[in-house]
C-alpha cells in the first residue's frame, strides 16, 4: 500500500500535505517548506519531487509523518515589480517575512526552575511536558489575534504558519539566495552529525543569533532548556533539529541546485527518526561538509 495522504487542505492559500503510515499512531514528524521569501523558488521543485517520491513508498517502509508546505507565504510570492518577484519583504510593514517568528525562549522566565522539577524524568517525558507549555503560550497570541484591534498581518501569517510546526521533531525550510548563490545549509549546535546527511559541501554553523527567523522560533527553546538542564548537572539533546538550505539563485530553479536539494532531503529523511526505510538504490551515505563557518 501507499502511504496515506492524510490531509490536504488550504492555510492562507497554501496546499498542506501530509504523509504517513496509517498503522504507526506517535512517530517522528518533519515539516518541509519553501518559497518563505517570495522570489526563492527553488523548494517549491524540491518539494513537487518529494510529493513524488512519497507517493511511490510503500506505507510500511515510512515510519513517520513528512508535513509538505509548498509556496508557504503566497502572499510573498506575489509581490511584484513588474517582472522582478521582490517577496523578501511584507510591503505593508516593511518586515523581512523571515524575521517575524515567535519563539517561547524570549517569553520565558521560568526555565531553571521547569528544567529543576524534571531534572529526574525520562527525556521523553520531559519533552512533551516542555511541549504543553510552549502551546499553551503560543495559544495565548490567538486571543490577540481574535480581539477587536486583531493583530498586523504578519503576526496573522506568522500564526497560522507555526501552528503547523508545533508538533514537529524536524523542520528543514527551503530558501535560495536572493540573488546569486551556492548551495548550502545553516544548522545548530549539537546538530553537526545530521548536517552531513543533507551532503552539501558547505555549512554555517548558528551559534550566534537573535534574528526571529523560523528555524530559530522552531528550534532555539529546545536549546536553551538544553542549556538549563547542563546548568544543573544533567546533559541532555532532545530529538528536535532544524535546518535552512540554500538552493541557488533566486526566481529561478536551477536544475544542479534542485537536484541536490532532493537528494539531501531524501537522505536526511532515511537517517532521522521519521525512518523513510526506502533504499533508494543504495545505503545511507555520509558527508563531512567541506566547509563549516560559524556565522558572522
Not at 517549491?44 to 518529494?50: D, E, G, R, T, W
Request: aromatic content about 12%; overall charge neutral.
Amino acid at each position: 500500500m501507499k502511504p496515506l495522504l492524510l490531509l490536504v487542505k488550504t492555510c492562507l492559500s497554501k496546499l498542506y500535505l501530509r504523509f504517513k503510515n496509517p498503522r504507526v499512531n506517535r512517530c517522528g514528524e518533519c515539516q518541509i517548506q519553501s518559497n518563505l521569501h517570495g522570489a526563492e523558488i527553488a523548494g517549491n521543485a524540491v518539494i513537487h519531487q518529494l510529493i513524488s517520491f512519497l507517493q511511490m513508498v510503500k506505507d510500511t517502509d515510512l515510519t513517520g509523518e513528512v508535513w509538505l508546505v509548498p509556496v508557504c507565504n503566497p502572499m510573498g510570492t506575489n509581490e511584484r515589480s513588474h517582472v522582478f518577484s521582490s517577496g523578501r519583504y511584507c510591503v505593508y510593514e516593511a518586515k523581512d517575512w523571515n524575521r517575524i517568528f515567535w519563539y517561547y525562549e524570549k517569553e520565558a522566565d521560568d526555565l531553571i526552575a521547569f528544567a529543576k522539577s524534571q531534572l529526574h524524568f525520562d527525556i521523553e517525558v520531559v519533552r512533551q511536558n516542555y511541549l504543553s507549555k510552549i502551546k499553551d503560550k503560543f495559544g495565548e497570541l490567538l486571543d490577540k489575534i481574535n480581539s477587536p484591534s486583531s493583530v498586523p498581518y504578519t503576526e496573522l501569517f506568522r500564526y497560522q504558519l507555526q501552528s503547523l510546526s508545533l508538533d514537529a521533531d524536524y523542520l528543514i525550510d527551503l530558501h535560495s539566495a536572493s540573488n546569486q548563490g551556492i548551495n548550502y545549509l545553516y544548522y545548530f549546535r549539537n546538530r553537526e552529525e545530521s548536517a552531513k546527511y543533507f551532503l552539501l559541501e558547505h555549512g554555517f554553523l548558528l551559534d550566534k543569533y537573535d534574528g526571529d527567523a523560523f528555524d530559530e522560533a522552531f528550534i532555539k527553546p529546545w536549546l536553551a532548556l538544553e542549556d538549563s538542564f547542563q546548568q544543573l548537572g544533567r546533559k541532555i539533546k532532545f530529538d528536535v533539529e532544524a535546518w535552512t538550505l540554500e538552493l541557488g539563485t533566486g526566481m529561478q530553479m536551477i536544475p544542479d541546485s534542485v537536484a541536490k536539494g532532493v537528494r539531501g532531503v531524501k537522505n536526511y529523511l532515511i537517517d532521522i527518526d521519521v525512518k523513510i526505510k526506502y533504499a533508494l538504490s543504495k545505503p545511507l551515505i555520509r558527508r563531512k561538509l567541506a566547509t563549516s563557518l560559524h556565522s558572522f
